[in-house]
């Protein structure tokens, strides 16, 4: 059972070799630690053969930690999307008494800063009210 992160992080994962399949070996190879045997007469021999043939093949193994970064993190509570991408969404309310085009053209320059500075930052304006002023006048 796994109930804790390091029980995950030590996770065993079984190794297969990418050239062969589980433990088979390929036609007309021994399977390792098989011997060969000339002619019938050694039975006790042929048997031992036989029982090592059937048991299970060992494979190797690695830990999960060993070949993945695994981390605890926080869980979202809810998501939220722009154009099917995950997005932080904030709103932005001018005093009562401010020019909305002023306001508007402040803070898309502020903005244009942050995008800037913090690579990846997309800024994208899905409401902007200074548009349709300014295309009226």
């Known amino acids: 059972h796994i109930t804790s992160l390091e029980d995950l992080k030590n996770l065993e994962i079984p190794v297969t070799p ?3 399949g589980a433990g088979q070996a390929a036609m007309g190879e021994q399977a390792p ?7 019938l007469g050694n039975a006790a021999a042929g048997q031992e ?17 060993e070949i993945a970064d695994i981390n ?3 869980k979202a ?7 099917g991408k995950e997005a932080i969404g904030i709103q932005i309310v ?3 008494d401010a020019n909305t085009v002023d306001v508007a053209k402040e803070v898309e320059a502020e903005l244009s800063e ?9 800024i994208v304006y899905t409401l902007d ?9």
Do not use: Y
């Open 18 to 20: 990418a050239n062969q």
């Open 77 to 83: 509570e809810s998501i939220s999307r722009t154009n």
């Open 114 to 122: 942050f995008e800037d500075d913090i690579k990846g930052l997309d």
């Open 33 to 39: 630690g098989m011997t060969s045997q000339s002619g």
């Open 129 to 137: 009210q200074a548009t349709p002023i300014e295309e009226s006048v």
């Open 49 to 65: 053969q036989a029982s090592q043939a059937t048991q299970a093949i060992e494979l190797p193994t690695v830990k999960l930690s």
């Open 94 to 96: 001018k005093a009562t």
């Open 72 to 74: 605890l993190v926080g």
